[in-house]
């Protein structure tokens, strides 16, 4: 008995030992990144998902995210496929429908690695993130993604996670730029007001959500002072960039109002700090999400995966 004691805390000294990342290389390995990410970004709007995690705790944020997400992307790939097609005309419809049926097959008889594959990792220049995209051709329904898992979370199916605070869905990325945010704002709203046209009354409450991701003002005015152009980096300015997604909404419902403490739609412009892009070049990922993913306090921002009550109960045990 003195020696299975023994045995049983050495072992549990070991595993205290292992570097977070260690304990989670038995299940599963972590992607290398996609350099050839940023030029994409650059030429095309992705989708994807923003994760934020502890600082130095970005590898073990990796890997757990990638065993939570490889859960959801399959079974959601079908039932965006059907929605796509139904709903919208546009040109994602059109090359889906031809490759749809050999991804499915290709994905589903995969390993569990093989089923993340079609997610890239990014590389960043921020501690504490971790930024996902698929390829510019496939648009999974990254919001119902999301709701799935927090519905996951609160029924038990899912373990709450040790190191992803936060998961934010990404449908839409584009540069920095008046024409083009204004753009895909007004995609986004469409397909949500198209999507939830029963559940909305006459009136629709919204709120905007901006997030600079580290870019302080000090850097924002060296931007300003380098450039030649004053006005390409106009949109990091905050008042002006809550203007030009204000007016874009207002554009595809005429009859919506601003409400920050209870909005029904909530557009998140999230600055993503790559690596690799050009000196004076922005990418912003942008988010149209519903009422029960957002919290409003002290920010308006997407709900944490696990409450800080929860947290909070952790650290006393």
């Known amino acids: 008995m003195a020696e299975d004691a023994g045995k ?3 072992e549990g000294e070991k595993i205290e030992e292992m570097k977070p990342w260690e304990q989670h290389s038995a299940v599963i390995s972590i992607p290398r990144f996609d350099y050839n990410a940023s030029s994409s970004l650059l030429r095309h709007s992705h989708s994807g998902f923003l994760i934020t995690c502890p600082i130095k705790r970005e590898k073990s944020a990796t890997k757990e995210a990638i065993s939570i997400l490889e859960k959801y992307i399959v079974s959601n790939h079908d039932a965006k496929r059907r929605k796509t097609c139904m709903d919208d005309a546009n040109e994602e419809c059109k090359g889906s429908r031809e ?11 995969g390993t569990s690695m093989e089923k993340s ?19 510019f051709d496939k648009s999974p329904a990254v919001v119902d993604i999301v709701s799935q898992i927090f519905q996951s979370l609160e029924s038990g199916i899912l373990k709450s996670p040790l190191w992803c605070n936060r998961i934010l869905p990404i449908q839409g990325t584009c540069c920095l730029d008046e024409k083009e945010l204004k753009k895909i704002v007004t995609k ?9 046209q029963k ?4 009136t629709v409450k919204f709120a905007v959500g901006y997030n600079r991701r580290g870019i302080e003002e000090t850097e924002m005015k060296n931007l300003r002072n380098t450039s030649s152009d004053p006005d390409i980096f106009a949109l990091l300015d905050r008042n002006k960039c809550f203007s030009v997604v204000a007016a874009s909404v207002k554009e595809v419902v005429p009859d919506s109002i601003v409400d ?6 909530s557009v998140l412009v999230e600055v993503l700090p790559l690596s690799g892009v050009p000196d004076r070049t922005a990418i912003v990922g942008v988010s149209v999400l519903p009422r029960a993913l957002v919290t409003t306090k002290p920010r308006l921002c997407i709900k944490a995966l696990v409450s800080d009550t929860k947290e909070t109960n952790k650290k006393k045990r």
């Open 8 to 10: 049983t805390i050495a």
């Open 99 to 109: 490759g749809a049926a050999n991804e499915h097959v290709n994905l589903e008889s």
């Open 117 to 135: 594959d079609i997610l890239s990792l990014i590389k960043l220049t921020r501690s504490g993130l971790v930024l996902f995209k698929f390829p």
């Open 188 to 196: 986004l709203v469409e397909q949500f007001m198209n999507s939830r």
């Open 199 to 202: 559940e909305t009354g006459n």
């Open 260 to 265: 920050l403490k209870d909005p029904e739609i």
